[in-house]
T-cell receptor, first 115, second 114 residues
Framework: EPEVTQTPSHQVTQMGQEVILRCVPI?????FYWYRQILGQKVEFLVS????????KSEIFDDQFSVERPDGSNFTLKIRSTKLEDSAMYFC?????????????FGPGTRLTVL | AQSVTQLGSHVSVSEGALVLLRCNYS??????LFWYVQYPNQGLQLLLK??????LVKGINGFEAEFKKSETSFHLTKPSAHMSDAAEYFC????????????FGQGTELSVKP
């Protein structure tokens, strides 16, 4: 069964460093998403991506964040200068299309720890 | 604006007992509603979804949910809890725009006692 994969599973970085979180969505999916979950809190939407551009972003997704689909298979989230409060689990998700029955499939997540 | 509220951050049941996890939504348009489960150290797995085809929705692992428009609710139930059901459960509503982002509730942690 096709699945969304994410690497690395755990990333530890120093405050101010850049990190890139990688995702491989399901191959025939057209919509891509990043969400995050700070420990003990609910899952929050960051950004959605379609047709090689951002379709929606949240208030959290400021200039420090960027997304890219560099090669038609990977979908990356970059944080330019990490802050302590960026420590969270980051989930990638993908969806096949706009049909009402199309749910989002989530990856296993990357746990980001900023020291 | 669409939103989801889950009543009860922790629910504890005995093995074999009824599971009831509550979810209320707010939406100005007919919503698409989802329940996801998160097992420890894992990602989110879809349990079931409501897309207006039927008000009673059956999902995986014996779970089901009933959409009640009059109560703006989409509660998740399972007749008999199993130890393996212990997990975090999230209700979500999909914003029906181009992006279709999910708006999640706060989550309910289900504990199952032997």
């Amino acid at each position: 069964e096709p699945e969304v994969t994410q690497t690395p599973s755990h990333q530890v970085t120093q405050m101010g460093q850049e990190v890139i979180l990688r995702c491989v969505p399901i191959s025939n999916h057209l919509y891509f998403y990043w969400y995050r979950q700070i420990l003990g809190q609910k899952v929050e939407f960051l950004v959605s991506f379609y047709n090689n551009e951002i379709s929606e972003k949240s208030e959290i997704f400021d200039d420090q964040f960027s997304v890219e689909r560099p090669d038609g298979s990977n979908f990356t989230l970059k944080i330019r200068s990490t802050k302590l409060e960026d420590s969270a689990m980051y989930f990638c998700a993908s969806r096949e299309g706009t049909g009402s029955v199309n749910e989002q499939f989530f990856g296993p997540g990357t746990r980001l720890t900023v020291l | 604006a669409q939103s989801v509220t889950q009543l009860g951050s922790h629910v504890s049941v005995s093995e074999g007992a009824l599971v009831l996890l509550r979810c209320n939504y707010s939406s100005s348009v007919p919503p698409y509603l989802f329940w996801y489960v998160q097992y420890p150290n894992q990602g989110l797995q879809l349990l079931l979804k409501y897309t207006s085809a039927a008000t009673l929705v059956k999902g995986i692992n014996g779970f089901e949910a009933e959409f009640k428009k009059s109560e703006t609710s989409f509660h998740l139930t399972k007749p008999s809890a199993h130890m393996s059901d212990a997990a975090e459960y999230f209700c979500a509503v999909r914003k029906d725009n181009q992006g279709g982002k999910l708006i999640f509730g706060q989550g309910t942690e289900l504990s199952v006692k032997p």
